[in-house]
């Protein structure tokens, strides 16, 4: 199993680009979610889904959106990166909500020049 | 909104010592989760805890929420190097996302 797969690793865009990272589970997981993790900040709740169709926003949603595809795919847009937006993201999921444990995603390291 | 608080940020320790990581919050957790990050990593799920007063081990990990179910920690016997990483707490009220602690960072000297 591969268990929770973000796409890319990396990625380098200028202001006011956009782009989508994508994150799909093989666990047949209900609950998903993306967090930005920034140095000395922990991690950061940016949007949930507690199951497929449904979408809530986390601590920090402003500039971001998502879209849960189906039961295994989870992406999240930024429309128009600023720098700030410069984060480590990552993808998880869990079988229940917040009741299960949270299975990470290898993390993309997106840098906003 | 709910936060979590999670104490000391860092803490360096020569192995074979002892080490705490404290988390508190503001309100009372439905449950609380512990994460490990090792550098470069993803955050690994270590353990939940429930209940009002509940401790659990893990081998030299000891884990306790406390009678409030408003704070947690996570107690280390005897560091090794491989404890080296982040470890993260992460609450929850009933009906919401778990929202994480900022981390404790421990370094290990040998």
């Known amino acids: 199993n591969a268990g929770v797969t973000q796409t890319p690793k990396f990625q380098v865009l200028k202001t006011g680009q956009s782009m989508t990272l994508q994150c799909a589970q093989d666990m047949n997981h209900n609950s998903m979610y993306w967090y930005r993790q920034d140095p000395g900040m922990g991690l950061r709740l940016i949007y949930y889904?507690?199951?497929?169709?449904?979408?809530d926003k986390g601590e920090v949603p402003n500039g971001y959106n998502v879209s849960r595809l189906n039961k295994r795919e989870f992406s999240l847009r930024l429309e128009s990166a600023a720098p700030s937006q410069t984060s480590v993201y990552f993808c998880?999921?869990?079988?229940?909500?917040?009741?299960?444990?949270?299975?990470f995603g290898n993390g993309t390291r997106l840098t906003v020049t | 909104g709910q936060q979590v608080m999670q104490i000391p940020q860092y803490q360096h320790v020569q192995e074979g010592e002892d080490f705490t990581t404290y988390c508190n919050s503001s309100t009372t957790l439905s449950n609380i989760q512990w994460y490990k990050q090792r550098p470069g990593g993803h955050p690994v799920f270590l353990i939940q805890?429930?209940?009002?007063?509940e401790v659990k081990k893990q081998k030299r990990l000891t884990f306790q929420f406390g009678e409030a179910k408003k704070n947690s920690s996570l107690h280390i016997t005897a560091t090794q190097t491989t404890d080296v990483g982040t470890y993260f707490c992460?609450?929850?009220?009933?009906?919401?996302?778990?929202?994480f602690g900022k981390g404790t960072t421990l370094s290990v000297s040998s």
């Open positions: 998880a999921s869990s079988e229940f909500g917040g009741n299960s444990p949270l299975h």
């Open positions: 889904s507690a199951s497929e169709g449904t979408t």
């Open positions: 805890l429930v209940k009002s007063g």
């Open positions: 992460a609450g929850r009220q009933a009906g919401t996302a778990l929202i």
